[in-house]
């Protein structure tokens, strides 16, 4: 039998990570992708789109370019 300091110290261990796991995962997933840049006028063809990209990745998290009907997207990660 576990002496009651043992219980004590499992269960506040049991409910300090039922309390941080789902705050941690609510963080990770507050990143999201947004539109920032597209169209014809700004990007005639994918290759131009992703010659932005470094530049994009230095303000964001992260950057893609989306091609969809032939109209190129830049799509960043705040």
């Known amino acids: 039998m576990k002496s009651w300091r043992t219980r004590t110290t499992l269960g506040l261990a049991t409910v300090a990570a039922a309390v941080a796991i789902p705050l941690a995962a609510g963080t990770a997933s507050a990143a999201q ?11 005639p063809n994918l290759a131009s789109c992703q010659a932005e990209i470094p530049k994009a990745k230095e303000h ?19």
């Open 33 to 43: 992708w947004h539109d920032v840049a597209g169209g014809p006028e700004m990007y």
């Open 60 to 78: 964001y998290q992260d950057a893609t370019c989306v091609e969809v009907n032939g109209r190129v997207s830049l799509w960043v990660l705040y």
